[in-house]
T-cell receptor, first 107, second 113 residues
């Protein structure tokens, strides 16, 4: 399993963009990069995933470095409902959750 | 309509008891999972079933026995409960080759006294 490094916590103002970084320097060539989030008292929720190219969906964008050793989850306009723990998970057939990044959103 | 539902939501019991947690998904998925999230908030996979067959068993004590009566259900039975079993247990499901696109239930908070 690839090791990941994420900031313990980040803070953002409401309505501003948030860039959540993740280092996964030991990622293998066939591993996808997944992002999940866990809102307080809820189960994890899939956000986005990608392999090499940048990806966009209605929740977020995923920017993947050319060498694939890091990625950044971008929330374009943070809302109070985006306050959660965000997990970056490289892999293919199994989800291995790390400690994640606690995102706090200020109004 | 809840996609992945777990019952009960809360479970408080004494050490040594046997208890079960039920999970049902109505997404038509073929793979189901159980995860444990301990007090330090680390989420770890315990089991995975594909079409009712066990495919992942992550060094979980024998006291934990998953049972999958059909593709839509994966129940977790725990014998001789211990204090260390106190945690939140999450059920999840996925479909086909997209094993890492999983839908999670809301969790069952188990407290062993």
């Amino acid at each position: 399993d690839a090791k990941t490094t994420q900031p313990n916590s980040m803070e953002s103002n409401e309505e501003e963009p948030v860039h959540l970084p993740c280092n996964h320097s030991t990622i293998s060539g066939t591993d996808y990069i997944h992002w999940y989030r866990q809102l307080p008292s809820q189960g994890p929720e899939y956000v986005i995933h990608g392999l090499t190219s940048n990806v966009n969906n209605r929740m977020a964008s995923l920017a993947i470095a050319e060498d694939r050793k890091s990625s950044t989850l971008i929330l374009h306009r943070a809302t109070l409902r985006d306050a959660a723990v965000y997990y970056c998970i490289p892999g293919r057939n199994k989800l291995v959750f790390g400690a994640g990044t606690i995102l706090r959103v200020k109004s | 309509d809840t996609a992945v539902s777990q019952t009960p939501k809360y479970l408080v019991t004494q050490m040594g008891n046997d208890k079960s947690i039920k999970c049902e998904q109505n997404l038509g998925h073929d793979t189901m999972y159980w995860y444990k999230q301990d007090s330090k908030k680390f989420l770890k996979i315990m089991f995975s079933y594909n079409n009712k067959e066990l495919i992942i068993n992550e060094t979980v004590p024998n006291r934990f026995s998953p049972k999958s009566p059909d593709k839509a259900h994966l129940n977790l039975h725990i014998n001789s409960l211990e204090l260390g079993d106190s945690a939140v247990y999450f059920c999840a499901s996925s479909y086909g080759q997209l094993k890492n696109i999983q839908y999670f239930g809301a969790g069952t908070r188990l407290s062993v006294l």
